[in-house]
């Protein structure tokens, strides 16, 4: 019987920066311990889109026609983090904002769309998505991704906790998903 997977089979991290290689499986490349906590997540593999062509003429009874295969795109991955104020939401703050400032009471002040030393965006952190029952079935990764966007900071309903939504991008060579054989 095949396993179906739930929302608490999942687990996700983000880190400054992994390095990807086939000593081990994608999880084995992070080192955080640290789990966001993050719901709403959707990822999009890169889509590379194939044209139709026509030209002129006829050849076997078929109009004359090719294909024009053009580049994959960009992954993406949107979701929503509990704003917790906690260590692994630093990561996705300073791929916005940078490393930021440190301020009088040991406060770390981001600013996004500043030039100013330690506020430029950055493109080395990674996600890492976990499914599993136990055992890694599913890995998902998306390494030097560059967040496009942190939305509003809103308080949801009864459950009474702040969040914000986000959205990142990375290149189709920084893409990997992986399925226990």
Known sequence: MAIVLKARDATIKIEDAVTIDTSGNLAADFSATAEAQVKNITITPPEGSVDKIDCLGETTNFQ?????????????????????????????????GGTGTTVTGSY????????????????????????TDGTEIVNIVLDDVYFTK????????????????????????NFYIEFLD
């Open 64 to 96: 004359n026609q090719y294909l024009d295969i053009k580049s994959f795109g960009m992954a993406t991955c949107t979701g929503t983090m509990i704003l917790d104020g906690a260590a692994e939401q630093n990561p996705l703050l300073e791929a916005m």
């Open 108 to 131: 770390t002040r981001h600013q996004m769309g500043s030039s100013a030393s330690g506020s430029t965006r950055t493109g080395t952190s990674a996600i890492l998505v976990t499914l």
């Open 150 to 173: 942190i939305g509003d900071i809103k308080l949801t309903g009864a459950d009474g906790h702040w969040e914000f939504d986000f959205e990142c991008v990375c290149l189709p060579k």
